[in-house]
């Protein structure tokens, strides 16, 4: 054989670490897997660390400290000095609840470079009945004056869905109020626990319409005071979105327990086996790993990704999505339009957005499902 | 709004926190770090961002500039105000 093998991939740029599952929210579209790592599974404090040195070692440059809450972990300090000490840039992903000004001054002593704080909804009541936590209003917004007080830049995270899209303008306000330098406006991704809840989270295509034409209008109108950054739902776009990157192209993701994946949902597609960075270095995982070069580049495309003039764009869009809604995780993701499974898809998208709610999932170990 | 206004000789531009200039060994390049954001930026780039340290304002930072570069004064900081103005939008810069 003398088939050329493929040059190595250019080193990652970000990693994320989801520390704990444990979380204080029940969110409806938790990025999680619907089965939920438990707190006696996860990596011990010294074996995170060994992470972060090895990432930056590898070429990381961002280190996202995410969950579940980062901050239920008790070393969260700790190891965000490490990451800080090993030359990462570190930024803190969080709901805000319980981390009181003496730890936010801790964690910015520490070398926290940036805080992302999600809000649920625009106000008190609609936040924290999709937060599922009552209460949890007062402590976000507690938490976004103790980080601006420290200096830091704060961005705030709305996921946007059908019960709390007509916030958007009010979701602009409170970031400029909050003093956020940076906001997400990103409209629910259905994997996982969205998935299962797409029934009463799908938004019509009107209303989201709307909400663009509002976010484009606030980025000239707040041009050099907050940064908007948008996500726009997948279901009525006419392109998907590359598939965090690019499938092992730019980021790496690791569980609590330690399995290291080139996507937080990546779980999902059966027959690949992701490596724990318990046994193994991530440079070994991000060269070696059969699961990260599964779709890593565009060998693995069908059509019509594979003679698309789009295909190094959009990388086929989203691996899981595809599994998902077309049952074979080779497809071109059903987001696009060129794909054989689009038209049905906005149809099935567009029915949902005018049903009922459905029954609801709130995120939790132990499942409550509520009519 | 326009940025190019608000820089001005007495302007002592630097970087806020939460952005870096850092030196991106494993591409051989630097790098702006912003929430979120990566700004490669080149050593021209890079050179005029050490001197954005918040002490120095920017008549100094052209003078220094143009001196290594034995450029013209005005050259340097049309470029200068420029390329800090754009920073200063997507704000990774303050003055």
Known sequence: MTAHSPPPPAPPIGLLVELTHRCPLGCLYCSNPLALERPGAELDGETWKRVFSQAAALGALH???????????????????HASQSGLYTNLITSGIGVNEKLTQELVEAGLDHAQLSFQGADKETNDRLGHYKGSWERKRAFAAHVIKAGL?????????????????????????LGA??????HTQYYGWALANRA??????KQVDESIAIVEAARVRLKGELVIDMVVPD?????????????????INVSPSGKALPCHAAESIPGLEFWNVRDHSLSDIWLSNPAFKAFRGTEWMREPCRSCERREIDWGGC????????????????????????????????????????????????????? | ????????????????????????????????LAPERIFEVDDTAATVLELCDGQRDLAQIVAELAARYTAPPAVI????????????????LET
Request: hydrophobic share 40%; charged share 30%.
């Open chain 1, 63 to 81: 280190v996202h400290l995410s969950g579940g809450e980062p901050t239920a972990r008790r070393d969260i300090v700790d190891l965000t000095r």
């Open chain 1, 153 to 177: 830049p704060l961005t705030i995270n709305a996921v946007i869905h059908r019960a709390n899209l007509h916030q958007v303008a009010a979701f602009i306000d409170l970031a400029v109020e």
């Open chain 1, 181 to 186: 330098r940076r906001l997400e406006v990103a």
């Open chain 1, 200 to 205: 009463a989270l799908m938004p019509p295509k």
């Open chain 1, 235 to 251: 279901y009525y776009a006419r392109y998907p979105k590359p598939c965090a990157g690019g499938w092992g192209r730019v980021a």
């Open chain 1, 319 to 371: 691996r899981c999505q595809a599994l998902a809604l077309t049952g074979d995780a080779r497809n071109a993701d059903p987001a696009c339009h060129k794909s054989p499974d689009h038209e049905r898809i906005v149809a099935t998208a567009m029915a949902e957005s005018e049903s009922g709610d459905g029954v609801l999932r709130w995120r939790s170990y132990k499942e409550k499902v509520e009519a």
């Open chain 2, 1 to 32: 709004m326009d940025e190019l206004k608000e820089i001005h000789a007495e302007s002592r531009p630097h970087l806020p926190r939460g952005v870096r200039l850092k030196r991106d060994e494993a591409r051989g390049r630097w790098t702006l």
């Open chain 2, 77 to 92: 900081e049309k470029d200068v105000l420029a390329m800090l103005a754009d920073l200063k939008a997507k704000r990774v």
